[in-house]
């Protein structure tokens, strides 16, 4: 496909990882709305919905998803990780 287009596979595949970086910048914010994030982990805690099936919707990696979710609850039940991330 690099070649139809006039491109080296290596230009090829740094477009590509450019493309995929801002994809995740633009779409990370749809995991900063609180709203949103408890109805996720609502989903998932329920088993209504699969990390895939989270991941093809909100278009984002499912470790992402993942993260979004585990990191509230780890928050909570060990409050001094807050602090401690935040001596950095």
Same mark, same amino acid.
């Given at each position: 496909?690099?070649?139809?287009?006039?491109?080296?596979?290596?230009?090829?595949?740094?477009?590509r990882k450019q493309l995929?970086?801002? %994809?995740? +910048?633009?779409?990370?914010?749809?995991? !900063?709305? =609180?709203?949103? #994030? %408890?109805? +996720?982990?609502?989903?998932?805690?329920? !088993?209504? =919905?699969?990390? #895939?099936?989270?991941?093809?919707?909100?278009?984002?990696?499912?470790?992402?998803?993942?993260?979004?979710?585990?990191?509230?609850?780890?928050?909570?039940?060990?409050?001094?990780?807050?602090n401690l991330s935040r001596?950095?």
């Amino acid at each position: 496909e690099c070649s139809a287009l006039g491109l080296t596979f290596p230009q090829g595949k740094s477009i590509r990882k450019q493309l995929m970086v801002k %994809k995740s +910048l633009v779409n990370d914010g749809k995991l !900063r709305n =609180k709203r949103r #994030l %408890k109805q +996720l982990a609502k989903a998932f805690a329920h !088993r209504r =919905k699969t990390l #895939l099936e989270m991941s093809h919707e909100l278009d984002l990696p499912p470790v992402s998803i993942f993260r979004a979710i585990v990191s509230p609850r780890v928050l909570d039940a060990h409050s001094l990780m807050t602090n401690l991330s935040r001596k950095r």
